[in-house]
Protein backbone atom coordinates (compact mmCIF):
# COMPACT_ATOMS: atom_id res chain seq x y z
CA UNK A 1 0.00 0.00 0.00
CA UNK A 2 1.31 3.51 -0.85
CA UNK A 3 0.69 6.59 1.50
CA UNK A 4 -0.27 9.79 -0.10
CA UNK A 5 1.50 12.61 1.21
CA UNK A 6 -1.34 14.39 3.16
CA UNK A 7 -0.22 17.82 0.41
CA UNK A 8 1.83 18.26 -2.48
CA UNK A 9 4.19 21.36 -3.22
CA UNK A 10 3.56 23.01 -6.39
CA UNK A 11 6.16 24.50 -8.93
CA UNK A 12 6.42 28.02 -7.97
CA UNK A 13 5.64 29.44 -11.28
CA UNK A 14 2.56 26.84 -11.22
CA UNK A 15 1.75 28.46 -7.75
CA UNK A 16 2.37 31.81 -8.94
CA UNK A 17 0.13 31.03 -12.19
CA UNK A 18 -2.79 29.86 -9.79
CA UNK A 19 -3.23 32.47 -7.98
CA UNK A 20 -2.91 35.15 -11.52
CA UNK A 21 -5.71 33.06 -12.44
CA UNK A 22 -7.56 32.95 -9.44
CA UNK A 23 -7.02 36.96 -9.37
CA UNK A 24 -8.87 36.93 -12.88
CA UNK A 25 -11.69 34.97 -12.05
CA UNK A 26 -12.63 37.00 -8.57
CA UNK A 27 -12.28 40.09 -10.79
CA UNK A 28 -14.39 38.55 -13.14
CA UNK A 29 -17.10 37.28 -10.89
CA UNK A 30 -17.52 39.85 -7.95
CA UNK A 31 -15.42 42.93 -9.44
CA UNK A 32 -12.47 44.99 -7.87
CA UNK A 33 -14.66 45.65 -4.29
CA UNK A 34 -15.09 41.96 -3.93
CA UNK A 35 -11.08 41.02 -4.27
CA UNK A 36 -8.98 40.44 -1.30
CA UNK A 37 -6.26 38.59 -0.54
CA UNK A 38 -8.47 35.68 0.97
CA UNK A 39 -11.11 35.40 -1.81
CA UNK A 40 -7.71 35.19 -4.53
CA UNK A 41 -6.66 32.29 -2.39
CA UNK A 42 -9.79 31.18 -1.65
CA UNK A 43 -10.44 30.88 -5.24
CA UNK A 44 -6.78 29.16 -6.13
CA UNK A 45 -7.34 26.73 -2.83
CA UNK A 46 -4.41 27.89 -1.32
CA UNK A 47 -3.81 29.66 2.42
CA UNK A 48 -3.95 33.71 2.68
CA UNK A 49 -0.72 33.57 3.75
CA UNK A 50 1.18 31.97 0.54
CA UNK A 51 -0.44 35.41 -1.63
CA UNK A 52 2.36 37.78 -0.28
CA UNK A 53 4.85 34.64 -0.55
CA UNK A 54 4.70 35.84 -4.36
CA UNK A 55 3.45 39.42 -4.72
CA UNK A 56 3.85 42.66 -2.38
CA UNK A 57 0.43 42.92 -1.74
CA UNK A 58 -2.91 42.93 -3.27
CA UNK A 59 -1.94 45.35 -5.78
CA UNK A 60 0.89 43.87 -7.01
CA UNK A 61 -1.09 40.49 -7.81
CA UNK A 62 -4.29 42.61 -9.80
CA UNK A 63 -0.75 44.30 -11.46
CA UNK A 64 0.37 41.10 -12.19
CA UNK A 65 -3.14 39.47 -13.60
CA UNK A 66 -3.77 42.78 -15.76
CA UNK A 67 -0.46 41.74 -17.47
CA UNK A 68 -1.37 38.64 -17.78
CA UNK A 69 -4.39 38.99 -19.59
CA UNK A 70 -2.62 41.47 -21.69
CA UNK A 71 -0.13 39.19 -22.67
CA UNK A 72 -3.39 36.57 -23.53
CA UNK A 73 -4.99 39.41 -25.82
CA UNK A 74 -1.70 39.95 -27.00
CA UNK A 75 -1.39 35.88 -27.94
CA UNK A 76 -4.66 36.02 -29.54
CA UNK A 77 -3.77 38.99 -31.98
CA UNK A 78 -0.54 37.96 -32.65
CA UNK A 79 -2.43 34.56 -33.85
CA UNK A 80 -4.54 36.56 -36.53
CA UNK A 81 -1.89 38.81 -37.61
CA UNK A 82 0.08 35.82 -38.64
CA UNK A 83 -2.97 33.77 -39.70
CA UNK A 84 -3.56 36.79 -42.18
CA UNK A 85 -0.58 36.69 -44.24
CA UNK A 86 2.00 39.36 -45.34
CA UNK A 87 -0.36 41.55 -47.20
CA UNK A 88 0.03 44.83 -44.40
CA UNK A 89 -3.64 46.29 -45.01
CA UNK A 90 -4.83 41.99 -44.40
CA UNK A 91 -2.25 42.42 -41.15
CA UNK A 92 -3.45 45.42 -40.06
CA UNK A 93 -7.27 44.78 -40.49
CA UNK A 94 -6.71 41.36 -38.42
CA UNK A 95 -4.80 43.09 -35.71
CA UNK A 96 -8.33 45.18 -35.22
CA UNK A 97 -11.11 42.60 -36.06
CA UNK A 98 -9.50 39.97 -33.75
CA UNK A 99 -11.09 42.56 -30.54
CA UNK A 100 -14.68 41.13 -31.77
CA UNK A 101 -14.16 37.76 -31.37
CA UNK A 102 -13.35 35.56 -28.54
CA UNK A 103 -11.16 34.73 -27.01
CA UNK A 104 -11.24 38.43 -26.98
CA UNK A 105 -14.44 39.17 -27.03
CA UNK A 106 -15.84 37.48 -23.95
CA UNK A 107 -17.86 38.75 -21.09
CA UNK A 108 -15.52 37.07 -18.30
CA UNK A 109 -12.50 39.38 -19.81
CA UNK A 110 -14.72 42.35 -19.68
CA UNK A 111 -16.02 41.90 -16.23
CA UNK A 112 -11.83 41.64 -15.44
CA UNK A 113 -11.14 44.94 -17.38
CA UNK A 114 -14.26 46.76 -16.18
CA UNK A 115 -12.36 46.00 -12.78
CA UNK A 116 -8.97 47.13 -13.72
CA UNK A 117 -10.42 50.06 -14.53
CA UNK A 118 -12.04 50.70 -11.57
CA UNK A 119 -8.99 50.63 -9.88
CA UNK A 120 -6.46 52.63 -12.44
CA UNK A 121 -7.55 56.02 -10.42
CA UNK A 122 -7.23 54.29 -7.37
CA UNK A 123 -4.14 51.95 -7.71
CA UNK A 124 -1.00 53.29 -8.95
CA UNK A 125 0.69 50.27 -9.26
CA UNK A 126 -2.55 48.80 -11.12
CA UNK A 127 -2.76 52.13 -13.32
CA UNK A 128 0.97 51.28 -14.41
CA UNK A 129 -0.13 47.85 -15.55
CA UNK A 130 -2.89 49.53 -17.75
CA UNK A 131 -0.28 51.92 -18.87
CA UNK A 132 2.27 48.98 -19.99
CA UNK A 133 -0.83 46.70 -21.44
CA UNK A 134 -2.10 49.50 -23.68
CA UNK A 135 1.18 51.09 -24.44
CA UNK A 136 1.85 47.66 -26.09
CA UNK A 137 -1.91 47.41 -27.61
CA UNK A 138 -0.88 50.52 -29.46
CA UNK A 139 2.67 50.28 -30.31
CA UNK A 140 1.76 47.09 -31.94
CA UNK A 141 -1.25 48.51 -33.40
CA UNK A 142 1.15 51.60 -34.45
CA UNK A 143 3.93 49.34 -36.27
CA UNK A 144 1.05 47.65 -38.57
CA UNK A 145 0.22 51.55 -39.37
CA UNK A 146 3.66 52.05 -40.21
CA UNK A 147 3.80 48.68 -42.36
CA UNK A 148 0.91 49.87 -44.22
CA UNK A 149 1.54 53.55 -44.76
CA UNK A 150 4.77 53.94 -44.47
CA UNK A 151 4.29 57.22 -45.77
CA UNK A 152 2.35 58.70 -42.66
CA UNK A 153 4.30 61.62 -40.65
CA UNK A 154 2.24 60.23 -37.42
CA UNK A 155 0.85 56.79 -37.01
CA UNK A 156 -0.09 57.94 -33.19
CA UNK A 157 -3.10 59.67 -33.47
CA UNK A 158 -4.62 56.88 -36.71
CA UNK A 159 -3.44 54.31 -33.25
CA UNK A 160 -5.15 56.31 -30.87
CA UNK A 161 -8.19 56.76 -32.88
CA UNK A 162 -9.02 53.07 -34.21
CA UNK A 163 -7.93 51.77 -29.97
CA UNK A 164 -11.06 54.46 -29.18
CA UNK A 165 -13.31 52.63 -32.12
CA UNK A 166 -12.19 48.74 -30.99
CA UNK A 167 -12.71 49.57 -27.34
CA UNK A 168 -16.16 50.98 -27.59
CA UNK A 169 -17.13 47.76 -30.25
CA UNK A 170 -15.62 45.39 -28.17
CA UNK A 171 -17.38 46.39 -25.08
CA UNK A 172 -20.95 46.43 -26.59
CA UNK A 173 -20.01 43.10 -28.13
CA UNK A 174 -18.72 41.72 -24.96
CA UNK A 175 -21.68 42.53 -23.21
CA UNK A 176 -23.86 40.95 -25.21
CA UNK A 177 -27.01 41.20 -27.07
CA UNK A 178 -25.63 44.60 -28.75
CA UNK A 179 -27.07 46.39 -31.75
CA UNK A 180 -24.88 44.71 -33.90
CA UNK A 181 -22.85 42.05 -35.36
CA UNK A 182 -19.22 40.68 -34.61
CA UNK A 183 -19.32 41.20 -38.75
CA UNK A 184 -20.55 44.65 -38.77
CA UNK A 185 -18.10 45.29 -36.07
CA UNK A 186 -15.69 44.07 -38.73
CA UNK A 187 -16.79 46.20 -41.49
CA UNK A 188 -17.32 49.53 -39.35
CA UNK A 189 -13.41 49.03 -38.11
CA UNK A 190 -12.13 48.28 -41.79
CA UNK A 191 -14.31 51.55 -43.23
CA UNK A 192 -13.00 53.90 -39.97
CA UNK A 193 -9.78 52.89 -41.31
CA UNK A 194 -10.24 53.84 -44.59
CA UNK A 195 -11.39 56.71 -43.60
CA UNK A 196 -8.18 58.02 -41.70
CA UNK A 197 -5.96 56.27 -43.67
Known amino acids: MTIQ ?9 ERRLSLIEACARVLSDKGAAGVSVRAICTEAGVSPGLLRHYFGGISEAMAETYRWTGARIDAALAEAVAAAGT ?11 ANFRPP ?28 EVYG ?6 EDLIRAYRPDLPDARLPAIALTALIDG ?5 SLGNAPFSAE ?14
Do not use: H, K
Open 184 to 197: EAEALAEQWLDSLL
Open 104 to 131: IASLDLLASYVAFWSLTRSDAVVAGARA
Open 87 to 97: EPRARLLAYLT
Open 136 to 141: AFRTGL
Open 169 to 173: LWLEL
Open 5 to 13: PAFSRADPD
